[in-house]
Structure formats: structure tokens, C-alpha cells
């Protein structure tokens, strides 16, 4: 664990080595710690049988990649697993990343039940602040608040400015606005490097903070107007250890692609994202329904013209539609601060990060 003068709690930090150095088979006078018996393991099975959910911390979590993104599917598996909280999901039907604070208001959303073994979870028509905002609102499940609110595993790095377009940590926001304690997690993907199986190696990383920081939560000492942003790296099993950092201004890159009227986004490369039967043919109407309502403007409108768009348009007297598509790309760059979230990560360690947003908020009051 790598500790400056960070602002982590110390009772955080020392909760997190002491969970770091037991999973490791150490105890604290440095003999080996015997592993539990057979019989030992099966009474534990049994408590957890016989305990009351009720009575267990609840923990919401959420993801910008959508309900069924590996990342989230691993961590809720663990918590579960577990057998510590009280676990209940609301996550987007859809991955939802790259929407930022975005919400719904003045639109019907829908909230289906989902089946996930050992929690209570509904996939929702809306964005990640809109699942955190209905499930904090008392409308969609019976309690007054969680203790903790979890975004993430998400897919992609959110460090640095990333995280003014992350709907990952934008969800965690919307809980620290409303009054409840917040983490979001992210794992720096790779493409034709990271796989699947990585983010339950993220997950081991992420329980010992995760514990901790209920721990802290329940005495009282976890800071109460920021949210904890950790970023794991690209291969978790191997990190070098924690280390508190600060935010950097890296940002990947927006790459707008020009692309022929014939390519544009439909039902076809729809249907090829991981999502529910329902969604599909909800989205398959909506595709049909605007599919029509172009023709009918196309018929009345016959002055406008669809091109591959390859350039400024010229003078004319028709209007020309044109197609784009966003990607954002990840570009090398040279960091030299240690400190830095993307220079930690880069190096391989965990990142821990506060997001102040509400000290933002009242250093702006005070200033105006």
C-alpha cells in the first residue's frame, strides 16, 4: 500500500492493509494464518443460510456499461457471494457509456425485474444517474437509503477529465448528491489485451476497499462529501498496490468518422448488443416507427439530400444530411507526475482518488 499525505482516512488505510494482509494467509504477530476447516466453512454456509437479509448493510450497485456487463455480473456475483450485504442492482438495459449526468425527465421509463441470484436488481429504460436517482427515490425499492452505492465494474479507464463524460461515475455523483456514500470502479480495458476474465480479478481487488470502506462508513469517519474513484489496472491479478492519487487532465481523444448515408446506425447492428429480448423489439419499434416517419419527411421534404459526408458542404440550395460516428482513442502521452491517476495506473498500481464534488460545490458558494 503506498500512502502520502493523501487524504484517505487512516482508519481506511489501516482497514485495507489489514484486509489486504489476511488474504494473503498473514496475521498481524507475522505467523501463518491456518486455512478455516471443512466444518468451520459449513457453519459459516449455514449462518448465512439463517441470517436475516434485513439485517445486513444494503449496497446498491450500478454500471454504465448496462445489467449485463461482465464487470458488474462479477462484482454482484462476489458481494453475493459473500454473504456481507444485502445486495440490490439498478443498472441501465443498455450500455450507457459516455452519457455523463444525463437523465430522463418529462419520458416514461420502465423498470423490469431481473433475475440475478442473491439480489434484488431491475434493469431500467433509463441512464445510470436516472437507476441511481429512481433507486434512492423510494419508488422502486422499500428502504429509506443503502449504505453504500457501487458503480462499476466499468469497462475503460476513467481518469483524469474522462470522468466528465463517465456515466460510471456520474451515477456515484447522483448518490453523493443525494446524501449516500459512494465508490465507482473502472478497469483499464486494453483492446486485443484485456479479457473477460480480468474483471474477476478486479473484483478480488476491489472487495478489501469495498469492506473497508463500509467499515468506515459504519463508524462514522468516511468523508461524507466526497466519492472514492478507483481505477484498477489493465492486469489486476499483478498490481503493484494502492496509491492515493490526484486527478490528471488526460482525456481520450473524440474521433468524429464520417460515414455513408447507407451505414448509419439501425436495427441490424443493433441487435448485436448484449440486451434483453424486450429491448430488442422495443428498439425494433422505435427503428420502424422512425424508419417511417423518414420516409413520410422524405416525401414532403423533397429538397433534402442524404450524402456520405466527406467534407463542408457546399453551397446549395438543398439541405444535406449528413452521417458521423464518435469513437474516442486512446493517444500516448508522457506523464511525469507520480501522483497522477493515469501515470499510477499506467505503472500498474490501483489508483484511489476522492471526487470532491459537493467541497466543489460549497468552494463555489463561498467564492460568489
Known sequence: ??????????????????????????????????????????????????????????????????????GLVSLVEALVREGLYNVHVCAPQTDKSASSHSMTPGETISASSVNIKGATAFEVSGTPVDCISVGLSGALFAWSKPILVISGINQGSNCGHQIFYSGAVAAAREALISGVPSLSLSLNWKKDESQESDFKDAVGVCLPLINATIRDIEKGVFPKDCSLNIEIPTSPSSNKGFKVTKQSVWRKSPSWQAVSANRHPGAGNFMSNQQSLGAQLAQLGRDASAAGAARRFTTQKKSIVEIESVGVAGKTESRVKKYFRLEFVAKEQEHTDDDLDIKALEDGFVSCRYHAYLCYLESLRQTY
Open 1 to 70: 500500500m503506498t500512502s502520502k499525505n493523501n487524504g484517505l482516512s487512516a482508519a481506511l488505510v489501516s482497514n485495507l492493509q489489514d484486509v489486504l494482509s489476511k488474504r494473503k494467509g498473514v496475521v498481524t504477530d507475522g505467523s501463518a494464518e491456518e486455512p478455516p476447516s471443512t466444518s468451520d466453512v459449513a457453519a459459516n454456509e449455514e449462518e448465512e443460510k439463517e441470517s436475516d437479509d434485513d439485517s445486513r448493510p444494503i449496497v446498491l450497485v450500478t454500471s454504465g456499461d448496462g445489467i449485463d456487463s461482465p
